[in-house]
């Protein structure tokens, strides 16, 4: 179940927006982008016959049918989108008060606990020299990691990646393999010295 609000405006603004693509059973498809940190975007995009995820919760409006990604839908929890008209035209606003509140349960993808831990536990560490770390991706159980700020160029990476942010993640997470470093060092312009 999905406790997301479209307004009978947004609706109808919607439906002439998916009418105009002149594809038939198109639909919207609802996600959220980074879901449970800082960076979270939540995002309406057109969704073709086809295009949609088998998981994806389907769920009926009166001109056409809404995707939500199952990993989205506990970021979408309240979300309201509207859709108001003014003298130049009009504009869609969508709010998701939760989609950048840590929602993680052991059921949780590995992506999303790892997410949680950078920004709650790891991040608010590296800050104090102005450092950042982030997940690019999942890979073969590796979490593949980006440092950025102070923490870019760093002398003490190899360090803070071993002893701080791998050690922390296996720890929480126990499901990861370890962690990969994609980070290009050779730049020292921000590094912390």
Sequence with gaps: MVNVTITNSAQDYLAGLLEKQNCEGIGIRMFVSDPGTPKAETCIAYSRPG?????????????????????????????????????????????????RLPNITDDSPVEDKVNYVLYNEINPGLASHGGVVSLSEIHDGYAVLEFGGGCQGCSAVDLTLKEGVEKTLLDKIPELLGVK???????TSNAYM
């Design 181 to 187: 470093d994609v980070t290009d060092h050779s730049d």
């Design 51 to 99: 295009e949609h995820n088998d998981e994806d919760l389907v769920v009926e409006y009166g001109k056409f049918n809404g995707y939500y990604e199952q990993r989205s839908i506990p970021f979408l929890d309240d979300a309201m989108v509207d859709f108001a008209e003014d003298k130049f035209g009009g504009q869609l606003t969508i709010r998701a008060p939760n989609s």
